[in-house]
């Protein structure tokens, strides 16, 4: 089990930036697949970028791609989401998830078995 704690979120305008950040605990993230999920109010939770264990492999949901970037620094523990060029509809509770054993996860939010408590977006028109 790793505990992990998302930082980052905020209110901004749209067509701004934010960078969001998970750091990890109690174990090493380099042993994890990770990825960061979204929840917008009255919807599910949605998936919006996965990345494996060593970074070589990414991937996005197609609302996202071109805009968002999910890179990880495992030497620090902690997983980033670069998003860029905002809009209203990203606004969402965006969560950070792990998955241990595995090179990568993919999208399914019940193939990850660690995640953080969120942290809010918000984007204004």
């Known amino acids: 089990q790793v505990q992990l704690v998302e930082s980052g979120g905020g209110l901004v305008q749209a067509g701004g930036s934010l960078r969001l950040s998970c750091v990890a605990s109690?174990?090493?993230?380099?042993?994890?697949?990770m990825a960061w999920f979204r929840q917008a109010p009255g919807k599910e939770r949605e998936f919006v970028s996965g990345?494996?264990?060593?970074?070589?492999?990414?991937d996005y949901d197609r609302s996202v791609k071109g805009r968002f970037t999910i890179s990880r620094d495992n030497g620090k523990n902690t997983l980033y989401l670069q998003m860029n060029s905002l809009e209203p509809e990203d606004t969402a509770v965006y969560y950070c998830?792990?998955?241990?054993?595995?090179?990568?996860?993919?999208?399914?939010?019940?193939?990850?078995?660690?995640w953080g408590q969120g942290t809010q977006v918000t984007v204004s028109s």
């Open positions: 998830a792990a998955r241990a054993s595995v090179k990568y996860a993919g999208w399914p939010s019940e193939n990850y078995n660690d």
């Open positions: 990345i494996s264990r060593n970074g070589e492999t990414t």
């Open positions: 109690g174990r090493t993230l380099s042993t994890f697949a």
